[in-house]
Nanobody, 128 residues
């Protein structure tokens, strides 16, 4: 049974940086993994995803060029480096995983319904 635990959230001023981490327990080294976020009163939205190797990555247009997803396969950790943070990045950030592999450019990468395992979330607050 794979379990995910996020860390690294907090409060930061606009323009600042944060690094989120997701520690995965169990046999998750071959899993597709992703970050989603949910702001108050809004639906959960895709942020970034990566394949089992970490070599293929996908980003939401809103974070492209500012966020970087990576995975440390030796430590079984998924990271999200967030730079140039904006007020609209304020949300609870969730780590997600699935044992399924997706085709290149498949819409499945971006869909929360395709991920079976979820962490408890970590809060990110960006202020002016």
């Amino acid at each position: 049974q794979v379990q995910l635990v996020e860390s690294g959230g907090g409060d930061v001023q606009a323009g600042g940086s944060l690094r989120l981490s997701c520690a995965a327990s169990g046999r998750s080294f071959s899993y597709t993994m992703a970050w989603f976020r949910q702001a108050p009163g809004q639906e959960r939205e895709f942020v970034a995803a990566t394949d089992w190797s970490g070599s293929r990555t996908y980003y939401a247009d809103s974070v492209k060029g500012r966020f970087t997803i990576s995975r440390d396969k030796d430590k079984n950790i998924l990271n999200l480096q967030m730079n140039s943070l904006k007020l609209e990045d304020t949300a609870v950030y969730y780590c997600a995983a699935t044992p399924n592999w997706f085709l290149v450019d498949s819409p499945n990468w971006y869909s929360s319904s395709q991920y079976e395992v979820w962490g408890q979330g970590t809060q990110v607050g960006v202020s002016s």
